[in-house]
């Protein structure tokens, strides 16, 4: 118990002073205060942020480019796990190898290779390219969990769904698909995460102010003379709302889909 407390504290003592560091002024901030709370209350650090943070522009961009990436690598990646692990061809194995080796790539190493293809393509400085190399970076590890749970799903399920005549699509979208819901929503809230918070990519191939995500928000509130640091921190609550709403309310299924695939039998 006391060992659950302490991982209890430390996981919400951050966001907690986050919190306490958005409603001080910049003085209290750069006092070296950093445990104390606020004397007054700075509310309009939050009206700052959102004002002078363009943050419902930043917000849209995020949400645009993640929602459409969730929904790419879960089909896609859905449709390969399901391949790979039910349907045997010679080079099944090799397959899931490439997928595997994929987790190991650092992203730094494809950002130029990326940008010179993109400006070919004409792409560059558009949503194109943030998602595609998001669902690149993203199908790796959802390929790895997908495919670990339908292994352990009992073949007979299946068996039975083709003699009452069912075709392999029909048999993928009715059956397979509704069982993975759990692993489903693994994924979903993996990939929420990294495309989220990701900033290097972004500052790589975006340049137009209008296309930018959240991550570039805080910018906003630098200049060559001054910082707002209380408006940094209300912007930066405001962002890591979203990922902490989403994740209380997919916890339960998260858990189950980390879990499944573990256990067969």
């Given at each position: 118990m006391a060992l659950l407390s302490v991982?209890?504290?430390t996981q919400i003592y951050p966001l907690v002073w986050l919190l306490l560091y958005s409603l001080k002024t910049n003085e209290e901030i750069l006092s070296g205060s950093f445990f104390s709370l606020p004397q007054s209350p700075q509310w309009h650090n939050y009206k700052d942020a959102y004002v002078s943070g363009t943050y419902l522009r930043y917000l849209f961009n995020s949400f645009f480019v993640t929602v459409v990436t969730m929904l790419v690598v879960i089909v896609l990646c859905s449709m390969v796990a399901y391949a790979i692990t039910r349907f045997r061809f010679r080079y099944g194995n090799a397959v899931m190898l490439v997928f595997l080796v994929g987790i190991m790539i650092p992203l730094q190493a494809t950002l130029l290779p990326n940008m010179i293809i993109f400006k070919h393509l004409g792409i560059l400085n558009t949503y194109l390219a943030l998602i595609l190399p998001?669902?690149?970076?993203?199908?790796?590890?959802?390929?790895?969990?997908?495919?670990?749970?339908?292994?352990?799903?009992?073949?007979e399920?299946?068996?039975?769904?083709i003699m009452d005549g069912a075709s392999i699509t029909r048999m993928f979208r009715s059956i397979i698909l509704p069982i993975s819901v759990p692993p489903i929503m693994t994924v979903c809230i993996l990939t929420f995460i990294s495309v989220w918070n990701e900033y290097i990519m972004a500052a790589t191939f975006i340049s137009s102010q209008s296309l930018k995500t959240l991550p570039f928000g805080v910018n906003s509130f630098v200049s060559q003379y001054s910082v707002n640091y209380g408006a940094i921190g209300a912007f930066l609550v405001m962002g890591a709302i979203p990922v902490i709403v989403i994740y209380f309310l997919l916890s339960e299924k998260i858990t189950k889909g980390m879990v499944a695939g573990a256990v067969k039998g």
């Open positions: 991982l209890f504290v998001y669902i690149s970076f993203s199908t790796p590890i959802a390929v790895f969990v997908l495919s670990g749970f339908m292994r352990s799903l009992p073949v399920i299946e068996e039975s769904a």
